[in-house]
């Protein structure tokens, strides 16, 4: 899907990019020798067509057709949903250890949220590309945090999170965000 959607953006793209530089070449009397260009365009039969009875109802009917391919298009490259429980490693058969994946994840972002510099982090569980799941937590920090212990302290985290799941279809990635202002802290007198 990845790759069809790229194919058609490119040609897409390119068809645009053409149609655009041909008529601005066009507009300004501009194109290479040996390109016919008409001085105007008629547009003939389609000029009265706008005036007929039946052009509203056409143009409304495709107006919602396409809302409803943009719409489609939408929901279809939504991330899914990748909570839920898995099976871990060592289950029996007849017998399956089942893993809730929303508990380690909330809790990797508790501990993320709990290093110094780090103002708040949240953990989301998405399907990976290749079928697997991917486990993002986002960081917000203060402008004054020290990064490279955030990391490091993030990376920690992702390595605890990743052995307590113990499966190798679970990917951990963590996002940094700097926070524009420092937290203002209230005064106590």
């Known amino acids: 899907m990845l790759r069809l959607d790229r194919v058609v953006a490119l040609l897409l793209g390119l068809v645009l990019l053409t149609g655009g530089v041909a008529a601005a070449l066009w507009g300004a009397r501009r194109l290479p020798a040996g390109v016919p260009a008409p001085d105007a365009v008629s547009t003939g039969a389609l000029g009265t067509a706008f005036g007929a009875s039946w052009w509203p109802v056409a143009a409304g009917a495709g107006g919602a057709v396409l ?78 945090a020290d990064i490279p212990a955030v990391v490091a302290a993030a990376e920690g985290v992702c390595e605890d999170l990743l052995r307590v799941i113990g499966r190798s279809d679970v990917q951990a990635r963590v996002q940094v965000a700097v926070a524009r202002r420092a937290r203002q802290l209230s005064r106590v007198s």
């Open 67 to 144: 809302v409803l391919l943009g719409l489609w298009w939408l929901v279809s490259h939504l991330p899914e949903r990748a909570g839920g429980t898995v099976a871990l490693s060592g289950s029996a058969p007849g017998r399956r250890l089942q893993l809730d994946l929303d508990s380690p994840v909330a809790v990797a972002a508790d501990v993320l949220s709990a290093t110094a510099g780090v103002r708040s982090a949240r953990g989301a569980l998405s399907r990976g590309t290749r079928g697997g799941r991917v486990v993002t937590l986002r960081a917000l920090v203060e402008p004054t």
